[in-house]
């Protein structure tokens, strides 16, 4: 039987400043009326992270001093609360990190990644970065069968792109990938194994991504050194993409998006823009006819769904993505790794 202590050391966001992390003892949580205890296994370091690190206008607002961090993970049930009897003690599980009421009207219509009275996991309260940490069994998602248990901490990001990518034809589409961090590296892949006739993907500088988009299937690459709008129409016959996906929080990624995408086509935008509002060409928007959506988090639950059917299929390639693994002792210095933008996933691994 699993010793569960009183206490544990976690990465805990405590100062008003960037970076501002410390690791600060906190009570092991215990598990409430519907709620799974679990042993943290592994937790990635998202875009998200990097935003709370480096305390922009978003973050500030959203994430209260004193938060425990951290919401892409996965770990094996420790404890069962009341009323649960969706899972087991030792039950391998990753996070739904979007915390939903269930009975607003949002959530009602089948909509309960928006839910009305909704949360997020890890920013507006405890998350990851830690040991141990609870959530409601309902978002306690079992890991499928054959992926690896070491690798279930990254279904959050590669759910945020299914979820984009399916915001517009996918099978048969031609389908532009805008910045090219671990999601949008999960989106090129994801996009090549749901039929997508062609997949561009676009970058600034980062050599590294861009030859990672290559090995993953993209049949076009694009960086500073092109005219990125030019580029794309001239690849689709001057018409421009079915379906275009904003990964870069990037202003004049957000514009090129728009005006590289076909008459009466789709554009998914899911970014975070931390310290300013973009421009965005509306006319282009209006004139053109474009579906233009803004996605957040993944579908309860098609988006799993359709993910865990790509990854038991074995068409997903978590191993070219995933390129680093560290204890979750070297918390800082993988957020700095991720920054740096050297690497494709960052994973930080507990103790077993």
């Excluded at 990938?177 to 194994?193: E, T, Y």
Aim: glycine share 12%.
């Amino acid at each position: 039987m699993h010793s569960i202590p009183a206490t544990m050391t976690a990465w805990t966001k405590t100062r008003d400043e960037e970076g501002g992390f410390s690791l600060e003892s906190h009570p092991v949580p215990s598990a409430g009326p519907g709620e799974v205890l679990v042993k943290s296994q592994s937790t990635s370091i998202c875009g998200t992270d990097i935003h709370i690190w480096k305390w922009d206008d978003w973050s500030r607002k959203n994430v209260p001093l004193g938060t425990i961090t951290g919401h892409e993970t996965s770990g094996m049930v420790v404890g069962l609360g009341s009323d649960v009897d969706t899972h087991a003690v030792g039950d391998h599980i990753a996070v739904e990190c979007h915390l939903a009421c269930w009975s607003c009207p949002r959530c009602e219509e089948g909509n309960a990644h928006i839910c009305e009275n909704g949360s997020i996991f890890g920013v507006h309260g405890n998350g990851a970065f830690a040991p141990y940490f609870v959530v409601p069994a309902v978002n306690a998602r079992h890991v499928p069968k054959g992926l690896d248990p070491g690798h279930a901490s990254i279904q959050d990001p590669l759910g945020n792109a299914i979820h984009t990518l399916t915001g517009g034809p996918i099978e048969g589409a031609t389908v532009a990938v805008h910045g090219l961090g671990p999601i949008g590296l999960f989106a090129v892949n994801a996009a090549k194994a749901m039929g997508a006739s062609k997949v561009i993907a676009v970058d600034w500088d980062n050599t590294y991504r861009m030859n990672l988009a290559k090995e993953l299937g993209a049949d076009l690459v694009l960086g500073k050194d092109d005219d990125v709008v030019a580029s794309i129409l001239e690849a689709t016959e001057g018409r421009g993409v079915d379906n275009s996906c904003e990964f870069s929080g990037s202003a004049a990624a957000l514009a090129n998006t728009i005006h590289s995408t076909r008459m009466g086509g789709y554009v998914n935008v899911l970014s975070v823009y931390g310290q300013s509002m973009p421009n965005v060409p509306m006319n282009e928007v209006v004139f053109r006819y474009l579906h233009l959506k803004g996605i957040n988090g993944r579908k309860m639950w098609s988006t799993w769904d359709t993910m865990h059917d790509l990854l038991q299929r074995g068409l997903i390639n978590v191993d070219k993505v995933l390129t680093h693994r560290l204890p979750v002792s070297e918390f800082e210095a993988g957020v700095q790794l991720a920054i740096s933008g050297d690497c494709g996933k960052v994973v930080l691994d507990f103790d077993a």
